[in-house]
């Protein structure tokens, strides 16, 4: 059960926690499974996956944890909740903040990009899931400003493992999104070549550009890739039915 991505980020507060998984070192089976014949650690409950596997996998992340996490049910939105006032609910959103130690926020994904945030005060963390939708409608500017409002200082964010840009084919629509919004992210996106309306879309290029514009410049990580990574990574791109990651991030 060693199998985390611990964020780079250089200078992170010493109270602040954080860890990404990945798909191996739990309990579920084919197609939820390590890609190599172990069980997978899937962490969601809402894709097919046996409930008593993701439950036990669940257990094996809990004891890396000080508290259970606020687990959201994600909606590609822009909604930021506080990970402390949640309680035993679920909530639909697709951020979280704490301000409080011990308090644990959560995103999955399996190619949508996961943003942890803490800032340099070591105040206020925080954790968004920015597919497309979520970045183009404002859930990273969202989670900052909500950090904000909770005391933040400077804040930090790093880029976990998400679908890469040779990998992330999108049609007009999603470039449109991005292009009517500012124009500047238009250099985020590559025509395919090989076929008309179709883009090869860099998603970290794309989150850190909204970032910065909302003053967010020290940015870690971007490296990894979902889809290619496949002895590492679920995929939902690659593999439709997979299991889920979580990133996670709280203070100590």
């Not at 008593?52 to 000080?66: D, F, G, S, T, Y």
């Not at 998400?162 to 250099?187: H, M, W, Y």
């Not at 020290?218 to 990574?229: I, S």
């Amino acid at each position: 059960m060693h199998h985390f991505i611990v964020p780079d980020w250089s200078n992170a507060p010493t109270n602040v926690a954080a860890l990404s998984t990945t798909r191996m070192g739990g309990t579920s089976r084919a197609p939820y499974d390590d890609g190599a014949g172990g069980g997978g650690l899937n962490l969601g409950t809402h894709v097919g996956d046996d409930p008593e596997h993701v439950r036990q996998n669940r257990a094996l992340l809990r004891k890396q944890l000080p508290a259970e996490p606020a687990w959201l049910s994600q909606v590609h939105g822009t909604r930021v909740v506080n990970a402390g006032d949640i309680g035993q609910g679920i909530p639909d959103a697709d951020a979280s903040i704490a301000d409080r130690p011990g308090v644990v926020c959560v995103i999955q994904t399996a190619d949508c990009l996961p943003v942890l945030f803490c800032d340099t005060q070591g105040r206020v963390v925080g954790a968004a899931h920015a597919g497309w939708r979520g970045l183009a409608h404002g859930v990273l500017e969202n989670t900052a400003a909500y950090m904000r409002d909770a005391g933040a200082g400077e804040i930090l964010a790093w880029l976990g493992p998400a679908i890469g840009p040779d990998c992330f084919e999108v049609g007009q629509d999603v470039f449109d999104a991005f292009a009517k919004r500012d124009a500047g992210l238009a250099s985020a996106f590559k025509p395919n070549p090989a076929q008309t309306g179709k883009y090869w879309a860099d998603i970290y290029r794309l989150a850190k550009s909204i970032l910065a514009r909302t003053g967010v410049t020290r940015v870690y990580g971007g490296g990894l890739c979902t889809v290619a990574d496949q002895d590492r990574f679920f995929s939902y791109r690659r593999d439709k039915t997979t299991g889920r990651m979580a990133s996670l991030i709280w203070l100590k």
